[in-house]
């Protein structure tokens, strides 16, 4: 019965109708007008969310099944249509995208003083694309709402951002957009061979219609632009910038769930289009991956810079996603779900106490932030908890998906998995230090002094995350349950081509 209702293309409207309605309706010389303007933001961000829980009441657990498909034609010639519908491998990032741009309106409220009406305009019109890539089960669809993400993001950096905010939303545009490029060169061989741009269909007729050589340059193609979204090493490098540039809000969208759209991408599309070319290149993937979780980390350690650090970080903890993903085993393709959602809420949370700190003394130099507990204990204690997430303590978000990653590419190959073991003490030893700088020891900077306690809002936002982050740690299930019954099937079909490779040889 709620099948028939189109609740992924309510998910996709909701967020741009509400935009359309604030840039229309709600007028810049209108008495309290910053109030209204986020009271405003607030319900329809809201109604999202509460679309999305209504979604995930009536998901089907226990089908592997697309669920929830709408499909419109567009050009019939080649089977180009509007197609979405949802499984374990997209429902999670649906409910982290209307969980975290409520959160941001609400932590924005503390920190945004020019052109409200604008940033509230875009942080909806990213959600409805975000979500709308997430939920696309066609190749121009998904290409379109991929694309379509670097317009708003691009906005925001650039106009609420730091000092250098133009030269980090440029590099940042040119990187994802010479990516693109490559993805739509192989978006227009595959639909003119295959005469169809939808994703079911291309899984079951693409892999026989291509020889394995131009697999492998269809996959590189598709790989470069997955690499920089991730970001990979070393097209890594845009992150960094955009982080320490972007406004608090455009940082948490942007590690919570924008970076999530390159892994995700090479999961829905590039695995099961592309298996062979996948298999050959699993060595090469696995190299980049582990150097990422080393470099980053030991980059990491000698940063100045709250927001870099964890930008940095970020770049650490995807690459166990890249790992996980090129073990081409249930475990791994489990793991790099579960880390990435614990990465969008824990990341998210970090990146907000670095906009809080920054709001309150104006700097995110580390060397200016000692002795936090102190005077801020709540805000202290939330911030170790996350802290510990990211670190993988057991108990928490992070250990899961890191501990499915590693027992993944241990069976896969074990010198790897001790390179990225390695990693996880890296990890532990810059998050940690972080610590004791800016949390731990006696005050310094004077004005650490005058800070009071963060307000009921703040902690309200990051208690909600510090419990989820605890939540699915604890209980696990509640999440790997669902993406199982997906990343099955990825697993099931490089079983079946690992072994026609082994009876070839």
């Not at 229309?24 to 309290?32: E, G, H, M, R, T």
């Not at 009441?57 to 197609?83: H, T």
């Not at 959160?103 to 409200?116: A, D, E, G, H, T």
């Not at 991730?230 to 992150?239: A, D, E, G, S, Y």
Request: hydrophobic share 55%.
């Amino acid at each position: 019965m709620f099948n028939s209702f189109p609740i992924l293309t309510s998910l996709i409207l909701v967020p741009l109708f509400g935009a359309f309605f604030i840039f229309v309706f709600i007028k810049n010389d209108q008495k309290s007008i910053d109030q209204n303007l986020f009271v405003m933001g607030l319900w329809i961000s809201g109604i999202a969310f509460l679309l999305s829980l209504l979604m995930l009441f009536n998901y089907n657990f226990n089908s592997s099944e697309l669920q929830f498909v709408e499909k419109y034609s567009w050009i019939s010639q080649y089977d180009i249509s509007y197609k979405v519908g949802i499984d374990g491998l997209s429902i999670f990032f649906i409910l982290l995208t209307t969980l975290l741009t409520p959160l941001c309106i609400i932590i924005s409220k503390y920190s945004v003083k020019q052109r409200l009406k604008e940033y509230i305009i875009l942080f909806l019109i990213l959600e409805s694309f975000i979500i709308g890539a997430f939920v696309a089960l066609d190749l121009i669809i998904f290409y379109l709402f991929f694309e379509l993400t670097l317009i708003p993001m691009f906005l925001i950096i650039g106009i609420w951002g730091g000092e250098n905010r133009v030269y980090a939303t440029f590099k940042f545009f040119l990187y994802t957009l010479a990516g693109s490029i490559f993805f739509l060169i192989a978006i227009i061989y595959i639909i003119n061979v295959a005469k169809t741009a939808d994703i079911v269909t291309l899984n079951n007729v693409l892999p026989g219609l291509i020889d394995s050589s131009t697999q492998k340059y269809l996959w590189v193609a598709l790989f470069f632009a997955f690499a920089i979204k991730i970001p990979m090493w070393p097209v890594h490098t845009w992150l960094p910038d955009a982080h320490v540039q972007a406004p608090t809000a455009g940082s948490v969208i942007l590690a919570g769930v924008l970076i999530k759209l390159g892994a995700y991408a090479m999961m829905r599309f590039m695995l099961p289009l592309l298996p062979e070319a996948s298999i050959y290149f699993q060595d090469f993937v696995l190299i980049l991956g582990v150097v990422a979780i080393i470099y980053t980390s030991i980059v990491a350690l000698v940063q100045d810079d709250m927001k870099k650090l964890i930008a940095y970080s970020s770049v650490a903890h995807m690459g166990y996603v890249v790992i996980g993903i090129f073990s081409f085993n249930e475990y791994g393709f489990n793991g790099a779900i579960f880390q990435m959602i614990s990465h969008g809420l824990i990341s998210a949370a970090l990146f907000m106490h670095v906009g809080i700190i920054y709001d309150l003394i104006q700097s995110k130099k580390i060397k200016d932030i000692n002795g936090l507990a102190s005077v801020m204990p709540k805000f202290s204690i939330l911030f170790i908890i996350f802290v510990l997430g990211s670190v993988a303590l057991p108990g928490t978000s992070g250990f899961v998906g890191e501990f499915l990653v590693l027992l993944a590419i241990y069976q896969v190959n074990e010198l790897m998995a001790i390179a990225a073991c390695f990693g996880v003490v890296l990890g532990a030893a810059y998050m940690l230090w972080l610590v004791k700088k800016t949390i731990m020891g006696n005050v310094i900077n004077p004005k650490i002094n005058s800070l009071a306690e963060i307000n009921q809002a703040q902690i309200f936002v990051l208690s909600l995350l510090a419990f989820l982050t605890i939540l699915i740690g604890i209980y696990p299930s509640l999440v790997l349950d669902v993406v199982s019954v997906s990343s099955k099937e990825i697993s099931d079909i490089y079983q079946i081509y690992n072994m026609k490779l082994c009876c070839q040889i």
